[in-house]
Each structure stands twice: as C-alpha cells, then as structure tokens.
C-alpha cells in the first residue's frame, strides 16, 4: 500500500490487521504465553482473550445490567491527548504489539491517511479536535516521521510496549468480581474503545446479543474533561442507538473511597520520605490548555477539589503540598505549574519530593516514563517518592463498582 492510492475505510482497516501486527495471547491464569496475529474473533468476541486485545483510548467503562448484567471498561494512554503527532502515531503503538518498527511505520501511514480522509477525520470528534486540532494534509508525513524516533524510544524504556493493557484487565476482573460477590445478580464487564478496536459500532453487536435492561456509562477518568469523558460519552451514544435505558457517570473526583485510596497511598510515601527530611507532596495532572478551560471545562476546578480533599484527610500539621501539570505539547499556553518546573523548584530547596499521578488511575508512558525517568531526573538521587497510581486497589474498585450500583435498577439500596 502506497499513500497516493484512494482506499476505502474497510481497505484501510484490512491494512492494520496485517501479521506484522501482534496481539498478546495469555493463558487461563493471564501469564503471557505469545504475540499471535488478530481475527475477526479477536477483535469481536467477549471471552476473556479478548479483553487482552483492547486499546485503551479514552476511557469510557459502559456498565449494563439486567438479570444478567455486564460492564464494559474501555481504558487508554492518555499521553494520546497531547497533540496530532502523539495521538495519530501513538494510537496503533500504545497497543502492546510486538512489532514495534512496524507498527511505527504503520502509524505514520495512518495519520497520512487520516489527513486525507481516507480514515475518516470525524473519528476526531469535536471535542478532541477541539483540543488537538485537525491536521493538515501537507505536514502530516513530516510530523508522523519526527514522532516516531520520540515514540519508539519512549515505549523501549518500558519493554517496547505499554502495561496499560494488561492493567485494565485486572482493574476489569476485579471491578467483576466485587459486583458479583453477593451472587444476586450476575455482571459482565467488556471494553470500548474510541480509536481502535473493538470500536463502539463493533461493541455494540455484542451488546445487542447480551440483551441488558440498562447500560450505565462509566468513565475511567475521575475528573471530568469535555476533552476525554465527554467525548467518550458522546462516541457511543452516536454509535449505540440501543432501545435501553441509559445511565451515566461524569465524574467520581470526590468519592470517598477514591479519596481515601489516594490518602493511605500518599500517606505510605510520606512516611517514607520523612526520613530524609520534610517532604514536599506534588499531586501532577495531566495538563490541558488553556483555551479549553476557559470554554468551561471543569477538569482543573475538580482536579484541585480533588487534591484539597486528600489534604485535609491526611491532616499533617504545616504540609507542603502543591497542584502541577505534565505533558503540555506546543506553543499554546497550558495549566501551570509545570510538574518539572515544581520538581526542579524542590531541587533548588534541597527537599524530598513525594509525587502523586493524581489524573491517571492505571500505568502507562506517563508515570512510567515522563514520571519515573525524565522528572525523576531532576531530583537529588533518594530524594524522589513516586506514588503508584490507584489500579486495582481494593477502594478504588469498590469506589467503581458502589457507583455503578448506585446506578443500577437491579439492586435493592
């Protein structure tokens, strides 16, 4: 395949399933066992295998109930946010292949052949347009060519591929298994994705053969942003057109158990750090510009409700605590202040740093990377206390699944 050839959009998704493309296959137990090439059934089917296959882009968990009830957690690398370059380069290698050359050069085609319409540009919706913008036809090849050293050399720190994958699955076992402990009702989790598959329209047929009596949406993003939630909320509703009652949840930046998970994680690396000295605990978000809050956005009001509420419950005399933001990409002004610019503010006080991802609930490029590697750089060696961000603790899950109980018809509150 060429860029100068016209294809259709089934001609282009044909081209990504190629064998150069590997899917991680894992046994009954979840241990890897190899890279095999995707089938329709991989990309289609809801045995656990399956969920394996999932890129996790936009996070949207979609919860449907009836007297047999499933979930469906669709988790991606927010790094993918950062610009046109990121999103259209890291979209096919975020997705845990094997082949990381190949599918860097198929994602240099991808965003050439999304510029041309030949992937369609509505898969930019208008709230990430909004956010990314739309790129143009002439610079795509030169902006797909320079991403990809950076992204290649990104993912090599962390194996060659991204964890999130395998991260969400466990959050999605374990969010399964507490809805189903009482033994009431029975609850099935399946994931959606935005950019990759299983695609909603795709999803959607397995919903249709489930049958539910209600679909609850939950996003895996805690604090709501027009750029992630609501863009994921409106992706399947555009594309689910089910007869079913439908129920969402925006936000979950105040939960109690969401703040108290954050509390004893952060709590253990204070604790940690104060044997060196009096800690300075930075809570780093994603960051988002400017623009985009000023149009109303919340995320950065919530954000900081968030962390306030954290504070207050570790209730530690004088503490010295701070909100920042990571990954800003370009020109254009963004949230401040920059996470490396209140690491290196540390550095020059000569104080332990205790940094918590306070946006993102699972691994990825993010915290492994930018948060491990890069910002820890900037800090004196033993002065730098990275928190883990929440995955599968057991309040976090139990903050998912009371949500969508609380949401539920077939539970009796």
Same mark, same amino acid.
């Given at each position: 395949? $060429?860029?100068?050839? +016209?294809?259709?959009?089934?001609?282009?998704?044909?081209?990504?399933?190629? #064998?150069?493309?590997?899917?991680? /296959?894992?046994?009954?137990?979840?241990?890897?066992?190899?890279?095999?090439?995707?089938?329709?059934?991989? %990309?289609?089917?809801?045995?656990?295998?399956?969920?394996?296959?999932?890129?996790?882009?936009?996070?949207?968990?979609?919860?449907?109930?009836?007297?047999?009830?499933?979930?469906?957690?669709?988790?991606?690398?927010?790094? *993918?946010?950062?610009?046109?370059?990121?999103?259209?380069?890291?979209?096919?290698?975020?997705?845990?292949?094997?082949?990381?050359?190949?599918?860097?050069?198929? =994602?240099?085609?991808?965003?050439?052949?999304?510029?041309?319409?030949?992937?369609?540009?509505?898969?930019?919706?208008?709230?990430?347009?909004?956010?990314?913008?739309?790129?143009?036809?002439?610079?795509?090849?030169?902006?797909?060519?320079?991403?990809?050293?950076?992204?290649?050399?990104?993912?090599?720190?962390?194996?060659?591929?991204?964890?999130?994958?395998?991260? $969400?699955?466990?959050?999605? !076992?374990? *969010?399964? @298994?507490?809805?189903?402990?009482?033994?009431?009702?029975?609850?099935? /989790?399946?994931?959606?994705?935005?950019?990759?598959?299983?695609?909603?329209?795709?999803?959607?047929?397995?919903?249709?053969?489930?049958?539910?009596?209600?679909?609850?949406? @939950?996003?895996?993003?805690?604090?709501? &942003?027009?750029?992630?939630?609501?863009?994921?909320?409106? +992706?399947?509703?555009?594309?689910?057109?089910?007869?079913?009652?439908?129920?969402?949840?925006?936000?979950?930046?105040?939960?109690?158990?969401?703040?108290?998970?954050?509390?004893?994680?952060? =709590?253990?690396?204070?604790?940690?750090? &104060?044997?060196?000295?009096?800690?300075?605990?930075?809570?780093?978000?994603? &960051?988002?510009?400017?623009?985009?809050?000023?149009?109303? #956005?919340?995320?950065?009001?919530?954000?900081?409700?968030?962390?306030?509420?954290?504070?207050?419950?570790?209730? /530690?005399?004088?503490? !010295?605590?701070?909100?920042?933001?990571?990954?800003?990409?370009?020109?254009?002004?963004? %949230?401040?202040?920059?996470?490396? =610019?209140?690491?290196?503010?540390?550095?020059?006080?000569?104080?332990?740093?205790?940094?918590?991802?306070?946006?993102?609930?699972?691994?990825?490029?993010?915290?492994?990377?930018?948060? #491990?590697i890069e910002y820890k750089a900037i800090i004196k060696d033993g002065y730098y206390f990275r928190v883990p961000t929440l995955s599968t603790d057991l309040l976090f899950i139990k903050c998912l699944a009371d949500l969508c109980l609380d949401h539920s018809q077939s539970t009796d509150l």
């Amino acid at each position: 395949m $060429t860029n100068n050839e +016209n294809y259709t959009e089934e001609q282009i998704e044909q081209e990504f399933k190629k #064998d150069t493309i590997k899917f991680p /296959i894992f046994d009954k137990n979840r241990q890897h066992i190899e890279y095999n090439s995707p089938n329709p059934g991989q %990309l289609m089917n809801e045995s656990p295998p399956s969920l394996f296959v999932k890129v996790l882009l936009f996070p949207l968990t979609i919860f449907l109930k009836a007297l047999q009830s499933c979930i469906m957690i669709s988790l991606a690398a927010v790094e *993918l946010l950062e610009a046109v370059p990121s999103f259209c380069v890291d979209v096919v290698f975020d997705r845990g292949f094997a082949s990381t050359q190949s599918n860097m050069k198929r =994602s240099a085609h991808l965003l050439y052949a999304s510029v041309r319409n030949l992937v369609p540009v509505t898969k930019l919706d208008e709230c990430v347009a909004d956010f990314i913008g739309k790129p143009e036809e002439r610079c795509s090849k030169f902006i797909s060519k320079r991403r990809e050293s950076t992204a290649q050399e990104i993912y090599e720190h962390i194996g060659g591929k991204s964890p999130i994958l395998e991260n $969400t699955k466990a959050q999605a !076992d374990a *969010l399964e @298994l507490k809805l189903n402990e009482n033994g009431n009702h029975v609850y099935k /989790i399946f994931i959606c994705m935005r950019y990759w598959h299983p695609f909603a329209d795709e999803v959607v047929k397995s919903v249709k053969q489930f049958d539910p009596d209600e679909i609850i949406l @939950l996003p895996l993003y805690p604090q709501y &942003s027009t750029t992630t939630t609501l863009s994921s909320i409106e +992706n399947w509703q555009k594309n689910a057109k089910l007869e079913c009652n439908t129920k969402t949840i925006h936000h979950y930046y105040d939960n109690e158990d969401f703040i108290e998970a954050h509390v004893n994680l952060t =709590s253990k690396y204070y604790k940690l750090a &104060s044997k060196i000295g009096k800690p300075r605990v930075l809570f780093s978000a994603h &960051s988002l510009p400017l623009s985009i809050i000023k149009k109303g #956005d919340p995320y950065a009001s919530q954000i900081e409700k968030t962390v306030k509420l954290i504070v207050k419950k570790l209730n /530690i005399e004088d503490l !010295d605590w701070g909100i920042c933001y990571q990954s800003k990409v370009g020109p254009v002004k963004w %949230l401040e202040p920059s996470t490396e =610019s209140e690491l290196s503010r540390a550095k020059d006080d000569n104080i332990p740093v205790v940094l918590s991802p306070i946006s993102f609930v699972s691994e990825h490029s993010e915290t492994l990377v930018e948060l #491990d590697i890069e910002y820890k750089a900037i800090i004196k060696d033993g002065y730098y206390f990275r928190v883990p961000t929440l995955s599968t603790d057991l309040l976090f899950i139990k903050c998912l699944a009371d949500l969508c109980l609380d949401h539920s018809q077939s539970t009796d509150l």
